[in-house]
């Protein structure tokens, strides 16, 4: 379904990164996963060589430009200029508003919003000139509703979400389409490391009854990568067992 | 090789899609050419591909012609 699209997935060690990274490369896609670090991305590629797949894992620090620079660079040398982009990179620093630091909010601000700035901007170049190309933000359901304690995540993922729409009417007009994947309650490292009784409360309000795994946003994202998505731009795409329904 | 000035057509013609007759010297690319913004961005990048410079905002937003734009590449080529 992606054969010949090169895509660039942001924060592919593991959890949600991991998965839609492989779920690309299974539709043919040849794809390239950022770690932050060295064992990271060797892990990565690692991942793809045993699954047969073609890419690889490259280190990048989203909170930098010239490392964004770089891995472009780098990433067109080796496989091509990217198709297909997923910021899926994301980091919490949980904390009631009033006792939140500057380097908190700052962190989320920077890892989670700007990272989706400089990486679209240097993968637009190829894909305005290809006339063609998907981009796709991980946002959140956190970005709809608030969460307390959230309010940095939570203005990060809306963030991306007003981003997504002004990006999409900017670059309509070269057939490039920018999207979000909303997930809900997902079971990775970042949702286990909630306190037992809030993961339990959580559960009562999905109506679903259950975490969503990684691989069921995987499938949100390889469809809005797909040709059969080619007429959705600006949307968001909430996959969260229906506790949040936009 | 072609000159400065057959490379500058050749890529607005490419760019813009319009008619080899249609890009005259004094041609402004958004009210004669039918640019967009996003038109004369992508138009400025194809000109540094091309020429392998670098052309900065604050000029490249005095880059409207067709003459202008070989002009600033005779003045800037590396």
């Known amino acids: 379904m992606l054969n010949g699209e090169i895509a660039l997935v942001t924060g592919a060690s593991r959890g949600i990164g991991r998965a839609l990274l492989l779920a690309l490369a299974a539709q043919g896609a040849t794809v390239v996963g950022t770690a932050t670090t060295d064992a990271g991305a060797a892990g990565i590629t690692q991942a793809l060589s045993d699954a047969g797949y073609i890419g690889g894992g490259l280190v990048l620090n989203v909170g930098e430009q010239a490392s964004v620079d770089a891995l472009l660079a780098q990433m067109t040398a080796q496989f091509g200029a990217p198709t297909i982009l997923v910021n899926n990179a994301g980091i919490t620093r949980d904390n009631l508003l009033m006792r939140m630091k500057n380097d908190e909010w700052d962190a989320v601000i920077d890892t989670n919003l700007t990272s989706v700035y400089r990486l679209s901007k240097a993968c637009l170049r190829g894909m305005t000139k290809a006339r063609k190309g998907r981009i796709i933000n991980i946002t959140s359901v956190i970005g709809a509703t608030g969460n307390a304690g959230q309010t940095n995540y939570a203005a990060a993922k809306a963030g991306m979400i007003g981003f997504t729409k002004a990006l999409a009417r900017e670059v309509g007009s070269r057939a490039i389409t920018v999207n979000c994947v909303a997930p809900g309650f997902i079971d990775t490292d970042m949702t286990r490391a909630l306190p037992e009784a809030q993961r339990e409360g959580l559960l009562g309000s999905i109506p679903l009854g259950r975490l969503g795994q990684p691989e069921e946003i995987a499938g949100a994202v390889v469809f809005l990568a797909s040709a059969a998505a080619a007429y959705i731009t600006g949307e968001t795409l909430h996959v969260n067992g229906g506790m949040h329904m936009g | ?78």
């Open chain 2, 1 to 78: 090789m072609s000159s400065v000035e057959e490379r500058v057509r050749k890529i607005v013609i490419e760019q813009l899609s319009v008619k080899e007759e249609e890009v005259t010297p004094e041609a402004s690319f958004v009210d004669d050419l039918g640019a967009d913004s996003l038109d004369t961005v992508e138009l400025v990048m194809a000109l540094e591909e091309a020429f392998e410079t670098e052309i900065p905002d604050e000029d490249a937003e005095k880059i409207t012609t067709v003459q202008q734009a070989i002009n600033y590449i005779n003045a800037h080529k590396a």
